[in-house]
């Protein structure tokens, strides 16, 4: 069962991967393939590191998959708080699979715990241009 789900991430990544490489003309896409690479090969840490300065800089697919991440506990400490936050802010920028993973993070969250990710998110939302 983990082998589909993590064969379908696989494929999803492939899939962004060659949409951001459509967009951007491979300026994001080199940095995010790297992710992608690292995470295929199992290097859940390295991957991290190449896509949370890509969350950073605003980028809704690193947002998804840093969420993603913070939640499983793949490459960092599971941190449901701020895997929501960052789902948020890739859900607001239209990344359905976002959305689709928010509530069950919800559901593992205090009230104070989602108010203050919203805070957060809303925070980040107005330092970004």
């Not at 379908?8 to 994001?28: D, E, P």
């Amino acid at each position: 069962m983990e082998e589909i789900q993590e064969e379908k991430m696989r494929v999803i990544f492939i899939s962004v991967l060659l949409f951001l490489m459509t967009v951007s003309g491979g300026v994001v896409a080199a940095s995010f393939e790297d992710g992608l690479t690292h995470f295929g090969n199992g290097d859940y840490s390295a991957a991290y590191k190449v896509w949370a300065p890509l969350a950073e800089a605003g980028d809704s697919s690193a947002q998804y998959y840093v969420g993603q991440m913070l939640y499983q506990g793949r490459g960092i400490t599971r941190n449901l708080k701020m895997a929501y936050v960052w789902l948020t802010l890739a859900s607001e920028a239209g990344m359905d699979m976002a959305s689709d993973l928010l509530p069950d993070v919800k559901e593992e969250l205090s009230e104070a715990q989602i108010s203050e990710a919203n805070m957060l998110a809303k925070d980040f939302s107005k330092k970004k241009p």
